[in-house]
């Protein structure tokens, strides 16, 4: 995002509160050496055995031999156990209790790594939601004269000679393609697919009151997944919070029943006051189907199909696809460089062919082309240079 400059188009918020259960109380997860030694819940020789792995997953490299171990097992033969392990698998590796080792180790490398960078704590937030950030790479493609047709999807691909000339929209408009990319959603069903169930809350207090004016993260033992956003991400009004709960299952089930103890542990229903939880006031759920496959032999050679966002907690999987893809069409170019400035940019004007309005359709747009003169100019602010203290808008390269 920082060399093509897509984040100037987007602004970003600290995540400052990394948390985890102990004891059904929620507390914050020390991520540095600083957090881990004002921590209050681990002693001092738990403090020196955390330091002591952090700085060996730090300095991990392939010559290190874990290779068929577990990540539980890394864990206790550097004695790491009890609490300790409950922080560094749940909120600082980030894995499940059966991950290898080399996932564990190098996702926890990754971590520390990134605590820092823009704050005291690896994670930022695009203010108003993640929805942002495709709309910044959609502001950069107008800018070189890119056209999006909004709220029109594909009814079917067209095919000849064993290879696909174009698609059919929903409203029966033929487009020409050389080549064409597709959401995973199009493809044949996975038959190892993974449910995420849902649950997209408001309530009216933070779930940690000592800092009620940040975004939150909570990641649990049983792989589920809690981000609460302060009115300060711009994702909710004065007086609310938006907090989304997630977990992964192999199977289809109810959302609301399985997300029930979790919400549960941190909400109430009732207005007793001298229960100090969250109170919740609205909550809906819902049910998300992850495929993790598809087979690209159904589709013609020039048909590139795009999962999209993995249940991950980055976007890593979705940018390591979409450069694939790029590399496959544009072999000779670079991916995503840094544009040119933009007084610099000049786009051609479409040429009607004819007075009625209706444009040449050489390039597979017909008359059904909608958009308009690109955006020359950003609408948000550059963002400014990170000063490794944590801000309410950080700027810079999100992790």
């Given at each position: 995002m920082i060399k093509s400059n897509v984040s100037h188009y987007v602004e970003f918020k600290a995540v400052t509160n990394i948390l985890t259960f102990v004891e059904e109380q929620l507390v914050p997860?020390?991520?540095?050496?600083?957090?881990?030694?004002?921590n209050k819940t681990v002693t001092m020789v738990e403090k020196r055995i955390m330091m002591?792995?952090?700085e060996y997953c730090l300095n991990y490299d392939e010559e290190h031999d874990v290779e068929g171990k577990s990540f539980q097992e890394i864990l206790k033969e550097h004695k790491v156990t009890g609490l300790l392990q409950d922080f560094v698998t749940n909120s600082i590796a980030m894995v499940s209790r059966v991950a290898l080792?080399?996932?564990g180790v190098l996702s926890t490398r990754r971590f520390?790594?990134?605590?820092?960078?823009f704050g005291n704590y690896p994670f930022l937030w695009p203010l108003y939601g993640t929805g942002e950030i495709p709309q910044g790479f959609a502001r950069l493609c107008a800018v070189f004269g890119g056209v999006y047709c909004l709220r029109n999807g594909a009814r079917g691909l067209l095919a000849s000679g064993g290879r696909c000339v174009g698609m059919v929209t929903e409203?029966?408009?033929?487009?020409?393609?050389?080549?064409?990319?597709?959401?995973?959603?199009?493809?044949?069903?996975?038959?190892?697919?993974?449910?995420?169930?849902?649950?997209?809350?408001?309530?009216?207090?933070p779930m940690c009151r000592t800092h009620p004016d940040s975004v939150s993260l909570l990641c649990t033992p049983d792989c589920a997944r809690v981000i609460e956003l302060s009115p300060s991400s711009n994702s909710c009004p004065p007086g609310y919070y938006v907090v989304h709960l997630t977990k992964l299952s192999e199977e289809s089930s109810d959302p609301e029943t399985e997300l029930a103890s979790l919400v549960g542990h941190l909400f109430r229903t009732d207005r007793d006051p001298s229960d100090t939880r969250p109170r919740l006031l609205w909550s809906l759920y819902f049910t998300r189907i992850v495929p993790t496959q598809f087979d690209p032999s159904v589709f013609p050679d020039n048909v590139h199909v795009c999962p999209g966002p993995d249940v991950s907690i980055d976007y890593d999987g979705?940018?390591?696809?979409?450069?694939?893809?790029?590399?496959?069409?544009?072999?000779?170019e670079e991916f995503l460089p840094t544009p040119p400035l933009q007084e610099d940019i000049v786009i051609e004007p479409a040429v009607p062919s004819n007075g009625n309005g209706k444009y040449n359709d050489e390039n597979g747009v017909g008359e059904g082309r909608t958009g308009g003169e690109p955006h020359s100019e950003p609408t948000g602010d550059p963002l400014d240079e990170p000063t490794g203290e944590p801000h309410n808008e950080p700027t810079g390269e999100p992790h």
């Open positions: 997860v020390p991520c540095c050496r600083a957090h881990l030694f004002r002591k792995f952090l080792a080399t996932e520390l790594q990134s605590v820092g960078r409203d029966s408009h033929r487009v020409s393609a050389n080549n064409v990319v597709l959401a995973q959603n199009y493809a044949a069903a996975s038959p190892t697919e993974v449910y995420e169930s849902r649950c997209i809350a408001i309530t009216d207090t979705a940018v390591r696809v979409a450069e694939s893809i790029f590399r496959k069409l544009c072999p000779e």
